[in-house]
């Protein structure tokens, strides 16, 4: 009887074991690739701001849907940066459409990201006030960015760089990119530079001018980036492979400027057609690949700031093994 006893006491142990690692093991593999409606294709959670900057996202999701073999996407919409950051960093989504200064910062904090293509290239301008008549003009008045960490910021940098003025000289101040028209046009600011719609809304309602592009202070200038996890690239690489192939076909419907193209950025947007318009005629889609040069650019132009002392290496930062794939199909 106490044999028997026993007998039945180890099988009960070892029975609760086997369903603790079995839990156990499940855990990881969710954390690594959450389970999608079809179990065997992991769930890629996307996050992204609302902006011109992230159109191929939108894109590729509306056009893709139901059809990715190795994938599910899911984009998941913040109201801000430091939120984003907070749940890419935490791993609480996979990747991001995200200023890659932000994420360049992230991974010299130790993050394991990668960046596998670009959002877009040039797109942003420098808006004044319409009494703004040149870059002096703006000395010891108030100037808005979204964030320190942004190409942004480089831009204002290099524009009072270009016009022998230092930041110094004027009041920087960080704004959600939503707010800055409204500040513009109630004298809170005289300028601000930011993403996409933002810029051509003030100059849209003629509340604001466009002082400078982007491609007049720095030509090329890289800003938002797609940005994966590390850990999810490494064991997901079939599903990552796909996923940055259609993310370059959205790109070239994107770069069409077209009736679709505007009609899928109103879904994931609010703005205006005429601004939609002004938008998408400053901005580039056609060469989403993070190439060395311009990469070395930011580095320089980051170290020269003072914002990131040693910016990760583009070697450890950027993997463009999946552009490239899918730029020879």
Known sequence: MRLGLRTYRAWAVLLILTVMVAACGQGVKQAEAPAGKDSKKPVIKIGYLPITHAAPLFIEEELGKSKFKQFELQLVKFGSWPDLMDALNTGNIQGASVLIELAMRAKEQGIDLKAVALGHKDGNVVVTANDIQQVADLKG????????????????????????????????????????????????????????????????????????????????????????????????????????????????VAERKDAQAKQILSKYMSVEDKVLDLSLQWIKYDELKLDAGSYKELQTYMKEMGLIPNPPSFEDFVDNSFIDEAMKR
């Open 141 to 252: 008045k108030s100037f808005a960015i979204p964030h320190k960490f942004s190409t942004h910021n480089v831009l204002l940098y290099l524009m009072l760089k270009q016009s022998g003025m230092k930041l110094s000289d004027l009041n920087v101040v960080e704004l959600p990119p939503a707010e800055m028209p409204a500040a513009l046009a109630e004298k809170r600011i005289a300028g601000y530079v930011v993403a996409e719609p933002f810029g051509a809304r003030s100059v849209a309602i003629q509340k604001g001018k466009v002082l400078f592009q982007s491609e007049q202070l720095w030509n090329d200038s890289v800003d938002c980036g797609l940005v994966l996890r590390g850990d999810f690239i490494r064991s997901n690489k079939d599903a990552v492979a796909e996923f940055v192939a259609e993310y370059v076909k959205a790109g070239a």
